[in-house]
């Protein structure tokens, strides 16, 4: 009954969420992307709807099943989710990007299919970076104030704790949340090493849907102080 009464710890909050891997066309019939299921951003997408939030997600090409009650917008490549997320996060009050974004894209995507031409030969292609997507929302105003709480990913492959604190003060965020390895591409459970000006905590390895409730909870008390 206590349960049933107690408010929800992010009820009349707003929050923004990137998920799954980006898309970055060659031509009209292949790409590069990452590794990344999203089930870690939809299991937080999921948590922050039951906790109270309205959510909005903006997922990459993923396999995922829409949580319930959340408004889900598809995207392909990291251009396109940079301008979903600027055009949805002016009344948001929490942003959360787990989104493996493709660093490079190819600097020019063929208008027709590459063929080979039978000598061997191999194309040479040039890349150009993406727009960092989390580094962009944390520069905004709202960011910079505290309105808008901003909660980043880091997949590292060393050194977790030095890289992420780095990560953190480079892209200005409050929170940044590493993967506990060995690498949870595409797996139900996960660790996860929270970093923030304080300090840093884990949250001990179980379902990504667990760790999702328990990081909703976390970012509510840190709104909450
Ligand atoms: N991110 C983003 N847009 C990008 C690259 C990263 O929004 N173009 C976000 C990710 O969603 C994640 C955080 O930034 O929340 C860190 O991503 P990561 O790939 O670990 O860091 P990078 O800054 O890209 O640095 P590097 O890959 O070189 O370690
Ligand atoms: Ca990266």
Redesign the pocket.
């Known amino acids: 009954l206590q349960y049933f009464f107690a408010a929800k710890s992010l009820a009349g909050k707003k929050l923004l969420i ?1 998920a799954g891997p980006t898309f970055e066309a060659i031509d009209p019939v292949r790409g590069i992307t990452n590794l990344s299921s999203g089930k870690m951003g939809f299991a937080i997408a999921r948590a922050a709807q039951a906790a109270g939030a309205q959510v909005t997600l903006v997922a990459g090409p993923v396999h995922v099943p829409t949580p319930r009650g959340v408004r889900r917008i598809d995207v392909q490549s ?1 251009q396109n989710m940079l301008d979903a997320v600027l055009s949805n996060v002016e009344s948001a009050d929490i942003f959360v ?3 493996a ?1 493709a ?1 490079w894209r190819p600097a020019q995507a063929a208008d027709q299919k590459i063929k080979k031409d039978g000598s061997g030969q191999v194309p040479q292609m040039a890349f150009v970076e ?5 580094a962009t929302v944390a520069q905004l105003p709202r960011a910079q104030s505290g309105q808008l709480y901003c909660v ?4 590292e492959s060393e050194n977790l704790l030095a890289n992420a604190e780095a ?1 953190r003060r480079r ?1 200005q965020i409050p929170l940044l949340v590493g993967n506990i390895g060995p690498a949870t591409f595409g797996k139900d459970d996960n660790a996860l090493l929270l970093v923030d000006a304080h300090g840093h905590q884990e949250l001990p390895r179980a379902s990504k849907a667990v760790l999702g409730e328990q990081l909703v909870a976390e970012i509510a008390r840190r709104l909450a102080q």
């Open positions: 990137t990291a990007a787990t989104a974004v660093d993406n727009p960092d997507i989390l980043g990913f880091a997949a990560k892209k």
